[in-house]
Each structure stands twice: as structure tokens, then as C-alpha cells.
């Protein structure tokens, strides 16, 4: 587990050609770990059918959507595995 | 479409509104549930073949509909149909 809760990430801008569960609206974006989820497989392995699928942390990623859109007062908290975060 | 502008908030249904608006709808859930169960495929097998449908179906599909959308990509796929 890279992360702990409460530490400021930022979501890699990569496009993949494949699935992935990382939204555009957060990509290049930084967020504040809320908690860590536990070890899960990698969407974008599993939706290919590459078997074993990279096991990672997931955590829980609480935006302010004024980040994010411009407008809000509202934050919007997202799934994230690891590989899709660097440290700021 | 979460996120994404121009096509106005999500609807979130009462509590108590019935799972499905019709009963092709419960079949299509119950389809996807045995193959995932039987390990023919998986959740994020599902969510692919939801966004490789082409746009224009998937922008004209109901929820059910990309779901039904994505089960015949994949049998297809998998030499199953």
C-alpha cells in the first residue's frame, strides 16, 4: 500500500487504448485519499483477459468539483487503483 | 454519461420503484449474472464491450439495451452464439 489516507495524489492524464476505470473528468487531476479499499484486480487486466490480473490497492479519492468543473460546492469521491496514481 | 456535459443529471429512482421498468429487462440482468457466475465473463469484460458498442447505439440505448448490447458482443466473441 503506497498511500495512506489523507495524502495528496494526482491522476495519471494517460488515454489507454483499453478499458479502464479511471474517469476522464479526474484524469490530470489531484485528489486527497480518503481511505484505502483493500487489494483488488486491475480493471484494465481483467477486461482483457490477461490472467492473473495485477492485484492492486484501491482507494477511495475525494475531488472538490470546482477542481474538476469549475463550479460546486460538492466534492465527488472516486475508486481508484494504485497504478493509476503518482504522488503530486 | 456521469460527468459528462450536456446530458443533464442522472436520474436516481424512488425507493420502493421496481428494479426493472419490464420483464426483458429482469432477463437480460439474470442472462449476464449466470455467465458471470459460470465464469464466462466478467464485470469488467461487461463494461468494455458497453463502451466498444458504436456510438450511435449506445447513445440511442436504454441501460438494458447496452447491456443486452454488450452479452452479444461478448458470446459472439467468445465463440459462444
Redesign the interface.
Known amino acids: 500500500m503506497r498511500y495512506a489516507a489523507g495524502a495528496t495524489v494526482r491522476v495519471r492524464a494517460a488515454d489507454p487504448e483499453h478499458h479502464t476505470r479511471v474517469p476522464r473528468y479526474v484524469r490530470g487531476h489531484t485528489g486527497e485519499v480518503v481511505a484505502a479499499l483493500g487489494s483488488w484486480p486491475l480493471p484494465d487486466d481483467s477486461a482483457r483477459g490477461i490472467a492473473p490480473p495485477r492485484i492492486e490497492t484501491c482507494y477511495a479519492v475525494r475531488f472538490y468539483a470546482a477542481d474538476l468543473w469549475g463550479s460546486g460546492d460538492h466534492t465527488v469521491t472516486v475508486d481508484l487503483w494504485e497504478s493509476y496514481l503518482d504522488r503530486p | 454519461m456521469?460527468?459528462q456535459a450536456g446530458f443533464g443529471p442522472v436520474p436516481v429512482g424512488e425507493d420502493g420503484e421496481p428494479a426493472f421498468a419490464a420483464d426483458w429487462e429482469a432477463r437480460v440482468y439474470a442472462l449476464a449474472t449466470m455467465l458471470r457466475r459460470r465464469g464466462v465473463v466478467?464485470?469488467?469484460?461487461l463494461?468494455?464491450a458497453i463502451?466498444r458498442l458504436p456510438p450511435q447505439q449506445y447513445l440511442a440505448a436504454s441501460y438494458y439495451e447496452r447491456w443486452l448490447g454488450a452479452l452479444e458482443t461478448l458470446v459472439t466473441e467468445k465463440g459462444l452464439a
Do not use: A, H, P
Open positions: 456521469g460527468g466478467n464485470s469488467d469484460e463494461r468494455d463502451e
